[in-house]
């Protein structure tokens, strides 16, 4: 039969755990930061080729028609601009989601005061 001190945990082991938790909700955190800033970049590219197709067209010209006009450039500027605010979307929601569920700690292990939102 086990005494008690073979099933107590040692303070530094629980640290430790503490600080790899923080760690993976980091490095998750600053990947929802690349997807956001991917996004945007992505959906910025398409703009400019949606821009770009659109001045290249006479005045009257609406997105239907461009679209037939264009043929396969069109839509790949179109779907550009999807993919993009699809990634845009997605790394909010993760990097919203691991903000709202970490608590980041002070050295003793205790919580930082966040304020408030």
Partial sequence: MPNRTSLAISQG???????????VIAQTRERG???ILS???ITMVGAFFYC?????MD???DMPELL?????????ALLLMVVGVAFWLA?????????????????DG???NQGTL
């Fill in 13 to 23: 082991s629980i640290f430790d755990s503490a600080a790899e938790s923080q760690r």
């Fill in 33 to 35: 930061r690349w997807w």
């Fill in 39 to 41: 996004g945007w970049v």
């Fill in 52 to 56: 770009r197709l659109l001045f290249a």
């Fill in 59 to 61: 005045g009257e010209c």
């Fill in 68 to 76: 037939h006009r264009t043929g396969v450039t069109g839509w790949a």
């Fill in 91 to 107: 790394g909010n929601l993760v990097f919203l989601k691991d903000a709202l569920n970490s608590t980041e700690c002070e050295p």
């Fill in 110 to 112: 205790t919580p930082k």
